[in-house]
T-cell receptor
Framework: GEDVEQSLFLSVREGDSSVINCTYTDSSSTYLYWYKQEPGAGLQLLTYIFSNMDMKQDQRLTVLLNKKDKHLSLRIADTQTGDSAIYFCAESLGAGGGADGLTFGKGTHLIIQP | GAGVSQTPSNKVTEKGKYVELRCDPISGHTALYWYRQSLGQGPEFLIYFQGTGAADDSGLPNDRFFAVRPEGSVSTLKIQRTERGDSAVYLC???????????FGSGTRLTVV
């Protein structure tokens, strides 16, 4: 079955870059996603990457995908206090992209030090 | 509405009771999903609707759980004979066509006592 693994915590200083890592097991996943969850709020889609891409950049966010190693990372440049949240990596359950539902990791708590 | 709306935001029920959780998706979104998030965990897929039909209900944990979407818009998740282990935040999400990620609601926090 599908499984997504993430470190539970990451602590960075304000202004530094944050790199959140994720490994997944299903090589047939067509899309991989990063979601952000702030306390008491729903999940917010940050970005996604198609499995035939190696990298995607969107403003302060950079997603890197190593399909051979089934490793996905999210880099946040110039981390701010507003970036403090739980970040979830997710892979699609089937070949239908997100249409078949997603398998989520347990989330990485990003802690910002002043 | 502008976002996915879920009601109630909180529900406390006694073990053995029946509960209904409602989801109002973004207007025009044909795909609708239910997830369950337990404390310290990521969301767990329950069921996916495309229009009125359940395209994939493989995530429903057992036959106490059932969901409907009779007119292809609002969906109701129904839980019979609730157990303490059903306590979690139930999240609903909708999407135009099921691809490229989707929009989540704020969830219903269900507590079974």
């Amino acid at each position: 079955g599908e499984d997504v693994e993430q470190s539970l915590f990451l602590s960075v200083r304000e202004g530094d870059s944050s790199v959140i890592n994720c490994t997944y097991t299903d090589s047939s996943s067509t899309y991989l996603y990063w979601y952000k969850q702030e306390p008491g709020a729903g999940l917010q889609l940050l970005t996604y990457i198609f499995s035939n891409m190696d990298m995607k950049q969107d403003q302060r966010l950079t997603v890197l995908l190593n399909k051979k190693d089934k490793h996905l990372s999210l880099r946040i440049a110039d981390t701010q206090t507003g970036d403090s949240a739980i970040y979830f990596c997710a892979e699609s359950l089937g070949a239908g992209g997100g249409a078949d539902g997603l398998t989520f990791g347990k989330g990485t708590h990003l802690i910002i030090q002043p | 509405g502008a976002g996915v709306s879920q009601t109630p935001s909180n529900k406390v029920t006694e073990k053995g009771k029946y509960v209904e959780l409602r989801c109002d998706p973004i207007s025009g979104h044909t795909a609708l999903y239910w997830y369950r998030q337990s404390l310290g965990q990521g969301p767990e897929f329950l069921i996916y609707f495309q229009g009125t039909g359940a395209a994939d209900d493989s995530g429903l944990p057992n036959d106490r759980f059932f969901a409907v979407r009779p007119e292809g818009s609002v969906s109701t998740l129904k839980i019979q004979r609730t157990e303490r282990g059903d306590s979690a935040v139930y999240l609903c999400a909708s999407s135009i066509d099921g691809n490229y990620g989707y929009t989540f609601g704020s969830g219903t926090r269900l507590t079974v006592v």
